[in-house]
């Protein structure tokens, strides 16, 4: 309580706009200076929550009167005043981005993003508008484009807190497209972080900065090409740079390629071991090998091969069971 008293005794009394002065600035959130010449000077309130209001009142006598305060001082900000907002270009945010985002036929439009700090610590004023607004067609509260406006608040630390965030802007979002465009009424939803986290939407002392945004929409586009990257995918290209995966080629990788052999209703059979062929010719010249299995070996330590290496195994059955040495 601030007393008006000719003859002030105390730090809540005053009798000039000097004194005055002193006691608002030692208020949180608000401060004031004096203005104007000697004969006609005026103080200027200003408070750190622009979205509310000051008011100054004769409650005994006319202390505010005698003062030369006359009125109310009206808030500066309000998302439902065009002259009040930052949509409509009367109040300048303090960080505004835009995206682009699709209508149902494809064409892009503006949204934007304007954020105001407010008084309270942790939370920004915020509207979420079309620019140009001619395109939407809203009702109050909303004007000037708006599909959303609320507070975005953070905790301590920095990350978004969803919790104290307004719900009309983690909601979906509507967006009421004129009828004379003739597209479909759209609904988007913003995904601005996990509650707690700075993966998303986060605040620090630095400069506001939009790193990076992702939109799951796109321009309406013409297939120009198609193309099969390293890895077997069949990719289409979109003259508006979009590219679509539409199939996986299955692929296979031998080790030995030069061993793989066709079968009937399968492309290829295993690889084979260097050199090892179902022709009697070419058997009994694989360097190290004969057409019973490795040289040297008797049968007893072949036939262990042949129950570990279905190769070997193969090449076995297909020749006699003899050995050759050279």
């Known amino acids: 309580m601030v007393t008006y008293d000719s003859t002030p005794a105390a730090a809540t009394e005053l009798s000039t706009l000097s004194e005055l002065v002193d006691i608002i600035n030692g208020v949180a959130g608000l401060s004031a200076e004096i203005g104007g010449a000697e004969t006609d000077a005026t103080v ?30 009206v808030a500066t900000y309000d998302p439902a005043t065009s002259a009040l907002n930052m949509s409509s270009g009367t109040i300048t ?15 892009a439009r503006t949204l934007t993003f304007s954020f105001l700090k407010r008084g309270i610590p942790n939370e920004w004023f915020t509207e979420v508008h079309i620019e140009p607004a001619s395109p939407v067609t809203t009702a109050a509260p909303l004007i000037d484009g708006h599909i959303a406006t609320g ?11 969803l919790g104290s965030t307004s719900a009309t802007l983690t909601a979906a979002l509507n967006i009421p497209w004129s009828a004379e465009l003739g597209v479909d009424a759209q609904s988007i939803t913003l995904d601005l972080g996990s509650d707690g986290t700075t993966e998303g939407l986060s605040q620090f002392a630095s400069d506001s900065a939009l790193i990076s945004t992702s ?51 399968t492309p290829t059979s295993r690889p084979m071991p260097p050199a090892i062929s ?34 070997a195994a193969r090449v076995q059955r297909e020749w006699p069971h003899h050995h050759h040495d050279r």
């Open 44 to 73: 200027v309130i200003t408070g750190d929550d622009q979205s509310q209001d000051l008011v100054i009142t004769n409650v005994t006598g006319t202390p505010a009167t005698d003062l030369g305060i006359v009125g109310t001082a």
């Open 215 to 265: 939109v799951n929409g796109a321009l309406f586009g013409t297939l120009v090409s198609v193309t099969i990257n390293d890895q077997g995918v069949v990719i289409a290209n979109f003259d508006n740079g979009e590219l679509r995966e539409l199939f996986k080629l299955p692929i296979a990788v031998f080790p030995n390629i030069t061993g793989c052999r066709r079968r009937p209703a």
């Open 278 to 311: 179902t022709s009697r010719r070419q058997a009994s010249a694989a360097p190290g090998w004969s057409r019973g299995g490795p040289r040297g070996l008797d049968r007893r330590h072949r036939r262990r091969v042949h129950e570990h290496d279905p190769h």
């Open 151 to 161: 507070t975005t608040a953070f905790n301590a630390n920095g990350s978004i807190d």
């Open 93 to 107: 945010a303090d960080f505004a981005r835009s995206v682009q985002i699709f209508d149902s036929q494809g064409s």
